[in-house]
């Protein structure tokens, strides 16, 4: 019965979803108009280089996975770090932790429901569009199942790292600089705005080693479908560790601040 | 002897606060400062609140009232005391107190913004694991109590003020808890919504025996609701008992108001000399000559047949002192009270600085 609980969140926010409809339509055209400004940025980017394969990858390469980063943006930034700073500069932190659940997974789950709406009216039709334009470069096998796990553990790797930038902020008390930057960081080591192939060599290195490129190359990597299945699990198992990993820092780092509202009052 | 559910002992919560210093260089000097300064809001307060008790918890704005339910709901922990809810310490086991208790803030609401009531009723009832007959059971039980039927189907956005407390209210005893905290319940309501609102806190604690522990700045929600009183101030606590017994607690003074012909400013001034145990005024239109009798020292038919043989009494009320004043007074006495131990401290510090310098 304890999954009920959690799915009645996703529920809840699916029914506040459709509460704000005109929200919804203007995120889709927001979208739309971030894709066309991505268009012209690479289509001068490739005109500049004079090949057509800019670090072996091709302008439909590189648009298709762009296009679909962003569609996956939309559904994957769950704004959590301002969520938190809301609650404790609001004192609604003190509501929440009356709950009988922990605030962790409240906070997740009272944004699944938006999650998953954004999912089926943003990044749906969009990669249903860029399959029916682009023909046959993206496969549809069981890459498709594949990137569906990859995504739900980007999904929950991007919100630990968001929930540790959060209980930062509780003791900083300030949010916009750290979110901020926290942002940049994500957004550029994950491959969500460059792709990761673009990278220095160098950079490349670290950031194979960090847990961002779990976030947005490696779903979108495994959709595009070129991978081999060895280098596919690979990728996965190292999106597991890090979901694992940021888990148990995302505890601590919690049971720390927990410590200092329930001690100081918040 | 009932169940007692909460038991606080000598329980105290002291905040450490970073001393600030003006202006951008002293902001500045604060980023590194490790100048605390400790404030007690809570100190040494010991209760005892049993089953099915509406407790009336009062004090003046930043007497500790707050801070004390947070740390009966366990999101702060005490500096020193113990905390007992229902058995269970509140700040180690937060989580299954949260199960036990339900919470209204007036200030704020718990439900969620965006949702009709009734899809943040069936939030709670999945959150907190309410069986399906309990649920329809509380329903019915609302459906008797208020006219819920518009509500359930307006999102919680789109209320008024006083729907959205009631719908709090609502949310607070839907999983039946043992105990309910309400938190100015009653905060910026129009006459008729409070007095549903009492009515309804009163009929859910009879009907299910959930303990209330209430706080508020409205007496009307004090003379309706509880039996017992606490009143706090600075952290300590400065009654706790009947609020039959807090008038007597202050002697039970009564106030005659008399209407005389004649030129009532002389004939006042002539009253205060022949009443010195009682004080006596006038009303600010000088309609009314205003007596305020203390009962322990004379009765008020003494006093108003003695008038009554030197004066013509044209007219006369008679005022019994309200919750409201006695509370007033207790409040004005603990700040005078603390005001005069502040003036004590700093005549000391002086007297021993002046011995410094000889």
Known sequence: MKLRKYLTFLRAGLIEMVQYRLSLFIMVVGNLLYLILIYFLWKAIYASAGTDRVNGMTFSDTLIYLVLATAMFTFMEMYSVWEIGRDIQSGKMVLNLLKPMEYRSYLFWSYSGTLVAHFLVTFLPTFIIVRIVTGDTIPLGLNLLQFLGAAAMAVIINYYIDFIVGTICIFTESIWGINIMKQVIVLLLSGATIPVAFFPEGLKTVVYFLPFQSIYNTPLTILIGKEPTENVLWMMGLQLFWCLFLGVVSRLFWNRSIRRITVNGG | ?358
């Not at chain 2, 009682?278 to 008020?300: A, H, N, P, Q, Y």
Request: net charge negative; with cysteine.
């Open chain 2, 1 to 358: 002897m009932a169940e007692k559910v909460i038991i606080m002992k000598n329980v105290c919560k002291d905040f450490k606060v970073l001393n600030r210093h003006e202006g951008l260089k002293g902001s500045l000097k604060d980023l590194f400062s490790r100048d605390y300064k400790i404030v007690s809001a809570v100190n040494n307060v010991s209760l005892e609140i049993e089953k099915g008790e509406i407790v009336g918890y009062l004090g003046p704005n930043g007497a500790g009232k707050s801070t004390t339910i947070k740390m009966m709901t366990g999101v702060l922990e005490p500096t020193r005391g113990e905390i007992l809810v229902d058995g269970t310490i509140p700040y180690k086991n937060r989580t299954k107190n949260a199960e036990k208790i339900g919470v209204v803030f007036g200030q704020r609401s718990q439900l969620w913004w965006a949702l009709p009531l009734i899809e943040s009723l069936k939030l709670l009832k999945d959150i907190y694991m309410i069986p399906d007959k309990d649920y329809e059971d509380m329903l019915t039980l609302y459906r008797s109590l208020v006219d819920i039927e518009d509500l359930l189907h307006k999102p919680v956005r789109q209320m008024s003020l006083g729907q959205r407390t009631l719908s709090d209210i609502l949310a607070a005893f839907l999983h039946n808890p043992k105990i309910v905290y309400l938190d100015e319940p009653t905060i910026g309501l129009d006459v008729s919504m409070k007095s549903k609102i009492r009515t309804l806190i009163h009929a859910l604690n009879q009907e299910k025996g959930t303990t209330v522990i209430l706080t508020t700045h409205d007496m009307g929600d004090v003379d309706a609701l509880c039996r017992r009183i606490v009143i706090i101030d600075h952290g300590k606590m400065l009654y706790d008992n009947d609020i039959e017994h807090l008038k007597k607690f202050f002697g039970s003074y009564r106030t005659l108001k008399l209407r005389l012909s004649g030129d009532m400013k002389k004939e006042k001034e002539e009253i205060a000399a022949a009443l010195p145990v009682c004080s006596v005024g006038m009303t600010e239109d000088e309609g009314w000559i205003t007596i305020l009798v203390d009962e322990e020292k004379r009765k008020v038919m003494d006093v108003l047949g003695q008038i009554q043989n030197s004066y013509k009494v044209r007219d006369l009320q008679l005022e019994e002192i309200s919750t409201e004043d006695v509370i007033r007074k207790i409040y004005e006495d603990s700040a005078a009270e603390r005001e005069k131990e502040k003036n004590a401290a700093s005549a000391d510090a002086n007297t021993s600085e002046g011995g410094g310098a000889e």
